[in-house]
């Protein structure tokens, strides 16, 4: 069995309590993901990924950045404080994120949905100039209500980082042709659970994960959220990003094994993973 990486989760959730990171990582190592890449959504829980990372050194790496849902809670001197937790903690900071736009959830109170939004693409510019200087890669989330207006506003400034900073478009929904400006500027996309899911709802994502090509993929869990069937509805946890990556293998009639190499060697060259410890 050829390892997996889930590259994407929150292993600081609150719907993990700290006294469980020992077996949920056991659990993944028996299923065989052996790294874990954890991302920080808020200035306050970005340190915590960095514990996290330092406490499974060579199993679990770290992501820091605001989730577009968090930036109106981020005070001014959050960009220096993650420049500062990169500066410390090079070997477990892979990459910036979870950063992006979401126009789906509500502005929050006291905020029009304009200024919510233009705080999300200010925010945004900033990781990437973040990461240009750290020399890292930037993890994005974009959702929408309907249509595909946050995925085009984040391209538009992930376009004036290209060729300097490679953009990771996470939980890609689809359709397939929604992959072709990202790939344009060497970006890649990762799916979640739904990929596993059987609906007419994930009919997109189930196209893409089939179609787009394979040296561009990744596979994640965004656990706590997302399970893959056949545990869809439970909480997600590392390990079943496995079945994820069996769902994917079924589409495209190849083998798990096939899967695991081929999205390994993508986020090797992507999170760029330190390789001593
Ligand atoms: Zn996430």
Redesign the pocket.
């Known amino acids: 069995m050829i390892p997996l990486t889930d590259t994407?989760c929150?292993l600081a959730s609150h719907k993990f309590p700290a006294e469980e990171l020992e077996s949920l990582v056991a659990n993944a190592r028996e299923a065989g993901v052996t790294r874990l890449v954890t991302?920080g959504?808020s200035t306050d829980d970005c340190p915590r990924q960095i514990e996290i990372a330092k406490q499974f050194p060579g199993t679990v790496f770290a992501c820091i950045g605001i989730?577009p849902c968090d930036v109106t809670e981020t005070t001014d001197g959050w960009d220096e404080h993650l420049l500062c937790l990169i500066e410390q903690n090079p070997d477990q900071v892979v990459a910036i994120g979870?950063t992006g736009l979401d126009y789906f959830h509500p502005a929050p109170e006291g905020w029009t949905d304009e200024a919510y939004h233009q705080r999300q693409r200010d925010l945004l510019r900033r990781h990437f100039e973040i990461a240009e200087q750290t020399g890292r890669n930037i993890v994005i989330?974009t959702r929408d209500r309907s249509g595909k207006q946050s995925l085009d506003d984040a391209l538009e400034i992930a376009r004036d980082f290209a060729g300097k900073v490679r953009p990771l478009f996470?939980?890609f929904l689809g359709p397939t042709e929604n992959a072709d400006p990202i790939f344009e500027i060497d970006g890649i996309v990762s799916f979640t659970g739904i990929a596993s899911f059987k609906g007419k709802n994930a009919h997109d994502t189930r196209q893409a994960a089939t179609h787009v090509p394979l040296d561009r993929i990744m596979v994640e869990t965004?656990a706590p959220?997302l399970a893959p069937e056949p545990h869809r509805g439970k909480r997600n946890e590392p390990a079943f990003v496995r079945h994820t990556a069996d769902a994917i293998a079924h589409l495209r009639g190849l083998t798990t094994d096939e899967i695991a190499t081929a999205t390994n060697l993508v986020a090797d060259g992507f999170f760029r993973f330190p390789s001593t410890f």
Request: glycine share 0%; proline share 0%; charged share 20%.
């Open positions: 994407h929150h991302l959504t989730h979870e989330h996470h939980c965004d959220y």
